[in-house]
């Protein structure tokens, strides 16, 4: 029976009992009523406060799981801090597993984390932890004698921890007092006080786990039960329950003497109760069931629908001066807490949803809105944008700028599209996504410098029209700061259902087509077939092998000779690089170099080969065979690299001369401070610099006077060509003249044919290097070819 129904009744019965019958109703009787009125009141208090609890751990849960898992809102924003404060987060921070050392602040309201947790904090911190899960613990005070829960979730390497004040507990408990005594009384899952009516009991965290009712209430209960309180020294009653699934308790007791005063009150006016009728009891039964109970439905009805998700704002009735005190302030304080949740639901889902940079949805919007579509069977493209150029608008001109140049880009994606950012929507329309927000096409950001599209189905035949417009639109200058910046951009898009079946497949066919755009020149567009996964696939075939290869020293050194012209002697070798494949066999550059090249490997391969061709020529030179010189290829990368300065500390006292050729890549009319450094550090270690690949690519004359080589080497492009009297011959003989009136010897590779190596000497080319004379071998062939031609010098 509701209480409205019950109140009326009760009244309407007492009205019309007689006089002398009421007069003879034992006291017991009365009192019996007042516990029972206790147990429906004080109970549906004690589980109201409990939804109100409920509400807000998950809250406090929600909120530090988001600090954890979306990098993008761990730096304090105004929405940030207020959404802190509005849950009384003291801190939250990461520690060091082990030492307990804080490692990171993702968030600080009014106290700061400290820099280290002390080991028995951590220890008992670390024993709350559970793997996958926020748990909370006791409530504490900490250095500073503020009174804490501690909230810890497990991470790979560290601690996640957060501080919560108990303030929401003191302040939810202090609205609710009755009668005389009455009031609430809040415990953590282990008995000790959060909020009582004696403020030293909360500031000690007085343990309470031996009162009965905590008992039940610790152990899951709910119920209302009488017990002997050795706070107010007296008997109490009180409606209990707990708050799931954190274990917190809730109880509302009122000592039994109250009741029983209020028991012989009400048996000494009965006569004068009766006396003024029906009539009078029936108004006052029906005011009763309409004024008090009244507010107490509202807040249940409205706790249900917050316990349903439905946050709208309660109807609760008015203050009124015929409604208790306890009543009016609870109702206040029940909208008070319905506008907070309703405020921090708002900025927690448009962090949730939106990028915090460029205003766009983030990847999690991207991913319900497909997932929405797909299970719809509404087709569509899904464009993969990435950024070309990007990292060096941070680079050069600060995070700050990257982040406007982030922003501009999601603003043009828009008005390509001609939609609006997620920001720019007002937050109530966020609250929740629409399940029809797939039906126009979208603009997200997933993170980095890359977008994403979704176009739907009625747009679909203009998907290449729409992507050609997205390139010429990025590649538009953007002026920040009176900076001029560039940026170029790739995209790839794939279509649902004619590409894939579901999200995750839709988004890799997008990558590989955005993947094949970046690695076709850029600032273009392609659209996804089947080729294009057969291709990649083989490129990261590739990748993988030579990730292992580099680990299993599979590369190695060939050695190629080279002659002084014109007698035809061996003046060096040139270390060249080959990769010994399992499957397919010896691997010239040409088949692996562009991909090393990708991958950021050339240094380590310019390092092995270094290492292993000095100890294998040092070997031979030990046996007694003369190698004047040993060339070794110097990629920009390893000139660069920190370690390559070490380097050169083992390569000095060799027997033979060592030379470094600058690799075609590297830009050497300009040289900065740092590389001009280490070039110094070459020469002052005993090793000579030669100019690679002059007469093409960066090498120039320029960056020929800049680094003073020891040695000129022409391209093999310009020497393969070389016919008396043709172009080529004439380029070739000016390097050649060049170097000489600069006193700097020449090199000429690629001399395939004998006929090119007379041209060569010829035109007093000092050395030549190529097939004509002696291919690329193994370090046991080189001995024997040294031998070989030591006896036919010997025999000419």
């Keep these: 029976m509701k209480l409205r129904y019950f109140l009326l009744t009760l009244f309407l019965f007492l009205s019309m009992t007689p006089l002398l019958l009421f007069q003879a109703w034992p006291h017991s009787e009365v009192l019996e009523g007042e516990l029972d009125e206790v147990h429906e009141r004080h109970l549906l208090l004690a589980q109201n406060l409990a939804a109100a609890l409920e509400r807000y751990y998950r809250d406090l849960v929600t909120t530090f799981d988001l600090l954890l898992d979306t990098p993008e809102v761990w730096t304090e924003t105004k929405s940030m801090v207020r959404v802190l404060d509005n849950l009384s987060f003291r801190h939250v921070c990461i520690a060091d597993w082990n030492t307990g050392k804080v490692t990171l602040t993702l968030a600080s309201a009014s106290a700061p984390c400290p820099d280290t947790i002390p080991e028995e904090e951590l220890d008992r911190l670390k024993a709350l932890a559970i793997p996958g899960e926020v748990t909370f613990g006791p409530v504490v005070q900490t250095a500073d004698g503020e009174n804490v829960l501690h909230m810890v979730r497990p991470l790979e390497d560290g601690l996640a921890v957060g501080a919560v004040r108990t303030t929401y507990f003191r302040e939810l408990g ?10 609430a009384a809040i415990v953590d899952h282990t008995g000790r006080a959060l909020s009582h009516p004696l403020s030293d009991w909360v500031e000690t965290r007085r343990d309470m786990s031996k009162i009965s009712a905590v008992q ?19 008997d109490m009653i009180a409606g209990f329950t707990f708050v799931h699934p954190v274990g917190w308790g809730v109880m509302i007791p009122q000592p039994i003497a109250e009741l029983q005063q209020k028991a012989d009150v009400a048996r000494r006016s009965g006569v004068i109760f009766l006396a ?7 108004a006052l039964a029906l005011l009763v069931s309409l004024r008090v109970v009244r507010p107490i439905e509202q807040i249940s009805r409205a706790s249900s629908k917050i316990a349903g998700g439905e946050f709208g704002l309660p109807d609760l009735q008015g203050s009124s001066r015929l409604l208790p005190v306890e009543f009016n302030e609870l109702s206040q304080r029940f909208r008070e807490m319905v506008l907070r949740l309703r405020e921090n639901l708002s900025t927690i889902n448009a962090l949730a949803y939106q990028d915090l940079v460029t205003g766009l949805g983030n990847r999690t919007y991207l991913h319900q809105q497909l997932d929405n579509a797909l299970s719809a069977g509404h087709a569509g493209a899904l464009m993969l944008i990435d950024l070309d150029g990007f990292k060096a608008v941070n680079d050069m001109h600060g995070h700050d700028v990257g982040d406007k140049v982030l922003e501009v880009v999601g603003k043009r994606l828009c008005e390509v599209l001609g939609v609006a950012r997620l920001a720019d929507i007002e937050l109530e329309e966020t609250r929740q996504i629409s399940p029809d927000a797939f039906r126009s096409s979208l603009v997200t950001r997933l993170g980095g410098d890359e977008f994403a599209v979704w176009i739907p189905s009625e747009h679909i035949h203009r998907a290449e029209e729409l992507a050609a417009l997205i390139v010429g639109r990025v590649k538009e200058p953007i002026v920040l700061d009176d900076a001029q910046i560039r940026i170029g951009v790739s995209v790839g898009f794939a279509c649902y259902p004619e590409h894939a079946q579901n999200r995750s497949d839709l988004m890799k066919a997008s990558d590989l087509a955005m993947y094949d755009a970046k690695k076709a020149g850029k600032d273009r567009f392609v659209a ?9 696939q ?10 292992s290869g580099l680990e299993k020293g599979e590369f190695l050194p060939f050695f190629q000779p080279q002659f002084k012209l014109p007698d035809k002697t061996v003046a060096g070798v040139e270390a060249l690089v080959r990769w010994n494949h399992p499957e397919r066999g010896l691997l010239s550059p040409q088949d692996f170099l562009e991909t090393a090249r990708e991958l950021s490997l050339l240094a380590e391969i310019d390092a092995m080969m270094l290492e292993q061709s000095t100890g294998l020529l040092k070997s031979l030179t030990e046996q007694g065979f003369d190698v004047p010189a040993l060339a070794v290829n110097l990629s920009e990368e390893r000139l660069t690299s920190p370690g390559f300065p070490d380097a050169l500390q083992m390569v000095q006292d060799l027997p033979f001369e060592l030379r470094f050729e600058l690799a075609e890549t590297m830009a050497l009319d300009n040289l900065d401070a740092g590389v001009a450094a280490v070039l110094d550090q070459i020469r002052a270690a005993g090793c000579l610099l030669d100019l690679d690949d002059f007469g093409v690519a960066n090498a120039s004359v320029l960056g020929l006077m800049n680094i003073e080589p020891a040695h000129i ?15 080529f011959e004439r380029l070739v003989r000016s390097i050649v003249d060049m170097g000489h009136s600069l006193n700097i010897p020449v090199v000429a590779e690629g001399a395939d044919r004998l006929e090119q190596v007379e041209r ?37």
């Design 760 to 796: 060569l000497a010829q035109i007093r080319c000092d050395y030549a290097q190529g097939y004509a004379l002696a291919k690329p071998m193994h370090i046991d062939d080189l001995a024997v070819f040294l031998k070989s031609h030591a006896q036919e010098e010997r025999t000419a």
């Design 216 to 234: 039940r209430m610790l152990a899951r209960q709910t119920g209302v039960e009488s017990f002997y309180s050795p706070a107010l020294k007296g």
């Design 276 to 282: 003024i009728g029906v009539a009078s009891a029936l």
């Design 713 to 727: 080497k022409i391209d093999r492009n310009l020497v393969s060509g070389i016919e008396q009297g043709n172009t």
């Design 528 to 536: 996804y077939s089947p080729a294009l996964r057969t291709a990649v």
């Design 174 to 183: 202090e609205a609710i007092s009755f009668g005389v005594r009455g009031h």
């Design 538 to 547: 083989t490129e990261r075939k590739l990748t993988a092998e030579i990730l």
